[in-house]
């Protein structure tokens, strides 16, 4: 589809599901360079708006502890004034209370390779970054950190151990070469899960984009109940919820469907695309370890 001068360009939509409780984070990105957080209920599909940040969140190294309560993420704000500094540098990975990004502990990282992590259990996380040395204004308060002395890569060691952890299957790696034209796919990467307390499978397809540098793919999402292949059209993110239910987002929509013997049944929870970026100041409760939203 082309682009016409006027058209609206869709939000971008990633969503981390909590996986011990009914709660979720949406990123938001657009216009670009803007990402709004928005905390999602899933038992009661009620979404609450959160902060924004002008710069890159890196979706796929972020994490939310077990409980939802805590996010880590990894960020990057690239400027004249955070080049030149050197305490908190351009990039770091950071813990706090979603949907609000107000940095409990901070680990500055001082470039784009790696960073980001995974909470292990609501009191132990995995930091991807060869030191866990914070920064002296924002220690970690009862955690465990664990450090990646072997840290590598970009997206995919949190990634990967973060999908395995959900419970998808790897079922076939991904192969892609670069050549003359860029980076192809020779063979697509595949993953399933198996809807929770049921037979139907969630299969997410990975293919290369063709750029001059690795790292971008496009994703495409397939349902398979029974005899049927089904593909989510126009899905850029899907999953099961905590409760069983297929949950996935397109065109800048939260949506869940339901499997109706030869079709899918979709139903909008929410539609992200009309909004903007605004300054929201976080609460007293966002700013503390213990505290409970009021």
């Known amino acids: 589809m082309t682009i016409q001068k006027g058209d609206a360009v869709s ?39 959160g902060q924004w940040f002008h710069g890159r969140i890196y979706e796929r190294r972020c994490d939310l502890s077990p409980s939802g309560r805590f996010l880590i993420y990894f960020v990057s704000k690239i400027t004249s004034k955070t080049l030149a500094d050197s305490e908190y540098t351009y990039a770091w990975t950071a813990i706090s209370r979603p949907p609000f990004l107000t940095a409990l502990a901070l680990w500055p990282k001082g470039d784009c390779w790696h960073g980001g992590g995974l909470f292990r259990t609501e009191a132990e996380v995995w930091l991807n970054h060869r030191s866990s040395k ?42 892609y070469p670069p050549s003359s034209r860029g980076w192809r796919t020779e063979l697509e990467e595949i993953w399933e899960r198996t809807q929770p307390n049921g037979t139907t499978k969630l299969r997410s397809v990975l293919e290369a984009v063709n750029f001059k540098k690795p790292g971008g793919y496009v994703e495409s999402f397939w349902l398979m109940a029974g005899d049927h292949n089904f593909r989510i059209a126009g899905a850029d993110w899907a999953d099961w919820d905590q409760a069983g239910r297929l949950v996935f987002t397109r065109s800048g929509q939260v949506w869940t469907g339901r499997w109706m013997e030869d079709d899918l049944e979709c139903t909008l929870l929410i539609d992200l695309n009309d909004r903007r970026p605004s300054r929201l100041v976080s609460p007293r409760w966002a700013t503390s370890w213990t505290a409970e939203p009021e």
């Open 134 to 175: 914070p920064h002296p204004d924002h220690r970690p308060q009862r955690l465990k950190i664990i450090s990646n002395p072997k840290a590598s890569g970009e997206d995919y060691p949190v990634w990967y151990q973060r999908m395995t952890r959900s419970g998808w299957t790897r079922i076939q790696e991904g192969r």
């Open 11 to 49: 939000a971008r939509l990633y969503v981390l599901l909590a996986r011990e409780a009914p709660r979720a984070v949406v990123f938001r990105r657009g216009p670009s360079k803007w990402t709004e957080l928005i905390e999602w209920r899933t038992d009661t599909d009620t979404f609450c708006d």
